[in-house]
């Protein structure tokens, strides 16, 4: 890689900083297992952003459950195709929300009446694959749900049969809706693997990954570390390990990670997975229905919590054919490019629709070979 090229991405960084559309910023990028670039700009609450910055990573931490879900598939403790009520029965018989659409329509005072609904029985049963894919019907926004908030104390084993309670906002496999459904896959981790979901993901991921700096419950030691995204109350004390968010990363960390999928599953001389399960996670799993559901977009995918760039040209997102990653509402975002061994983390506190894509531009263009 050209070095001088490369510095284009800090450049990037500097321009947004410059802007005011993001504070800081560290940027890690790994090319043939070698860190090539990996830089902290900006400034919080008066002193430079330290390398080892540690982030709210909201929604950048469904990779981290896709992989141990994948661990589960390959060990043969659970299936893509297995209906979740085998594992957690309170699922056998769920609903489904049916709107009525004519019901939905502004009252006399310019107020949006609540649209009228019946529950039906659901066409199938709702699988592992539906789960991982956000196309369960899990969204969040189904109506008549019994306690839509958790309360102090809950964890995945209290928390997950209310969920199960439904009813889904549409049938099993029917369309793409972002919600808690991950949340259920960490239960269903928990029960055949007869681990914690947090102790699982210590033990088989983070200590082979050497990833020291990850967690949901930050220490205090660190605290002073972690910067503050003011919409989140991740690294506090929690009872509810979330396969969806909720972690606290550094660049360095969640570079190791993305490099373990550039391998093909191993770093350090641990093998996490096959070079088969990494493949089928990073597989387009539901056809059209992300793009109908407007969170894609033309030349990309959806695997197991990841997202895939399958045209380039079309997608825009800067990456090669077959790159795969996710991002979290705070604006960090991270992927794998398996076509130019890349992994690329990008810590932000500020989401910004575009500093991903200019950066992966930067990234490309400083590739000689």
Same mark, same amino acid.
């Given at each position: 890689?050209s070095?001088?090229?490369?510095?284009?991405? !800090?450049?990037?960084?500097?321009?947004?900083? %410059?802007d005011?559309?993001?504070?800081?910023?560290?940027?890690?990028?790994?090319?043939?297992?070698?860190?090539?670039?990996?830089e902290?700009?900006?400034?919080?609450?008066g002193?430079?952003?330290?390398?080892?910055?540690?982030?709210?990573?909201a929604?950048?931490t469904?990779?981290? /459950?896709?992989?141990?879900?994948?661990?589960? $598939?390959?060990? #043969?403790? =659970?299936?893509?195709?297995d209906p979740?009520?085998?594992?957690?029965? &309170?699922f056998?018989?769920?609903?489904?929300?049916?709107f009525?659409?004519k019901?939905d329509?502004?009252?006399?005072?310019g107020?949006k009446e609540?649209p009228?609904? !019946?529950? *039906?029985?659901?066409?199938?049963p *709702?699988?592992?694959h539906?789960? /991982?894919?956000?196309?369960?019907?899990?969204?969040?926004?189904?109506?008549g749900?019994?306690?839509?908030i958790?309360? &102090?104390?809950?964890?995945?084993?209290?928390?997950i049969?209310?969920?199960?309670?439904g009813?889904?906002?549409?049938?099993?496999?029917t369309r793409?809706g972002?919600g808690?459904?991950?949340?259920?896959?960490?239960?269903v981790i928990?029960?055949?693997?007869g681990?914690?979901f947090?102790? =699982?993901?210590?033990k !088989?991921?983070? %200590?082979?990954?050497? $990833?020291k700096?990850?967690?949901?419950?930050v220490?205090k030691?660190?605290?002073?570390?972690?910067? $503050? =995204?003011v919409? #989140?109350?991740?690294?506090t004390?929690?009872?509810?390990?979330?396969?969806?968010?909720? /972690?606290v990363?550094?660049a !360095?960390?969640?570079?190791?990670?993305?490099?373990m999928?550039?391998?093909?599953?191993?770093?350090?001389?641990?093998? /996490?997975?096959?070079?088969?399960? +990494?493949?089928?996670m990073?597989t387009?799993?539901v056809?059209?229905?992300?793009d109908?559901?407007?969170k #894609?977009?033309a030349?990309?995918?959806? #695997?197991?919590?990841?997202e895939?760039?399958?045209?380039?040209?079309l997608a825009?997102?800067?990456?090669?054919?077959?790159?795969?990653?996710?991002g979290g509402?705070?604006?960090?975002?991270?992927?794998?490019?398996p076509?130019e &061994?890349?992994a690329?983390?990008?810590?932000?506190?500020?989401?910004t629709?575009?500093?991903? +894509?200019?950066i992966?531009e930067?990234?490309a263009?400083?590739?000689d070979?």
């Amino acid at each position: 890689m050209s070095a001088e090229r490369l510095n284009g991405v !800090r450049d990037v960084v500097q321009e947004f900083i %410059d802007d005011g559309r993001i504070h800081y910023a560290v940027v890690g990028v790994a090319r043939r297992g070698k860190v090539v670039y990996f830089e902290a700009q900006g400034v919080s609450n008066g002193e430079p952003v330290r390398e080892d910055a540690m982030f709210h990573m909201a929604s950048s931490t469904k990779p981290i /459950l896709g992989v141990a879900a994948m661990m589960m $598939i390959e060990e #043969g403790l =659970f299936a893509p195709s297995d209906p979740v009520e085998k594992y957690i029965p &309170e699922f056998k018989g769920i609903k489904v929300a049916v709107f009525d659409e004519k019901a939905d329509k502004k009252t006399k005072k310019g107020l949006k009446e609540a649209p009228e609904y !019946r529950l *039906v029985d659901a066409h199938r049963p *709702v699988t592992i694959h539906d789960l /991982l894919t956000h196309t369960s019907g899990i969204s969040g926004r189904a109506p008549g749900r019994t306690q839509e908030i958790q309360h &102090e104390g809950d964890t995945l084993a209290t928390w997950i049969p209310i969920i199960a309670e439904g009813p889904l906002s549409f049938q099993p496999g029917t369309r793409w809706g972002y919600g808690s459904g991950l949340d259920v896959v960490a239960r269903v981790i928990e029960i055949v693997s007869g681990m914690p979901f947090n102790e =699982f993901v210590q033990k !088989r991921i983070f %200590d082979p990954l050497d $990833i020291k700096d990850t967690y949901w419950i930050v220490p205090k030691d660190k605290l002073h570390r972690m910067l $503050i =995204f003011v919409e #989140g109350k991740a690294g506090t004390p929690t009872t509810y390990f979330s396969g969806s968010y909720g /972690l606290v990363s550094t660049a !360095r960390d969640y570079l190791h990670f993305e490099q373990m999928l550039v391998n093909k599953g191993e770093l350090f001389g641990n093998r /996490l997975l096959n070079p088969a399960s +990494v493949e089928m996670m990073s597989t387009d799993q539901v056809g059209d229905l992300y793009d109908k559901a407007g969170k #894609g977009g033309a030349g990309v995918a959806f #695997g197991y919590t990841v997202e895939i760039t399958v045209d380039p040209e079309l997608a825009k997102t800067g990456r090669s054919a077959g790159a795969f990653g996710w991002g979290g509402a705070a604006g960090t975002v991270s992927w794998t490019d398996p076509e130019e &061994e890349l992994a690329v983390a990008i810590m932000v506190q500020q989401p910004t629709k575009d500093l991903g +894509v200019k950066i992966a531009e930067a990234i490309a263009s400083a590739i000689d070979d």
